[in-house]
Nanobody
Framework: QVYLVESGGGSVQAGGSLRLSCTAS????????MGWFRQAPGKEREGVGC???????NYADSVKGRFTISKDNAKNTLYLQMNSLKPEDTAVYYC???????????????WGQGTQVTVSS
């Protein structure tokens, strides 16, 4: 069984920064491609970006230049550094593992429980 646990969410003013973490257990950590998704109230879950097993990243246009995905294999942890946050970034953020299809949520096998990010104007 694969377990993913997100942390680091919270409330911040527009223009601020947050760093989300996703700690993984239950498998050989670097075996999977991993992604970050978010879901705002009343909206579909959308892909924020992803990182492949060999560290190649890809970002949605809406966050490109503001968000950075990285991972620390020694700590079994995935990160999402979010800078220049906007009110429209408000959502529950999820990490996911197990798909080479970066932005297709249904293609991922494993999900964390989510962490709330609220950006006020």
């Amino acid at each position: 069984q694969v377990y993913l646990v997100e942390s680091g969410g919270g409330s911040v003013q527009a223009g601020g920064s947050l760093r989300l973490s996703c700690t993984a257990s239950g498998y050989t950590y670097n075996y999977y491609d991993m992604g970050w998704f978010r879901q705002a109230p009343g909206k579909e879950r959308e892909g924020v970006g992803c990182i492949s097993r060999d560290g190649i990243t890809n970002y949605a246009d809406s966050v490109k230049g503001r968000f950075t995905i990285s991972k620390d294999n020694a700590k079994n942890t995935l990160y999402l550094q979010m800078n220049s946050l906007k009110p429209e970034d408000t959502a529950v953020y999820y990490c996911a593992a197990g798909s080479e299809f970066c932005y297709i949520a249904s293609a991922y096998n494993y999900w964390g429980q989510g962490t709330q990010v609220t950006v006020s104007s």
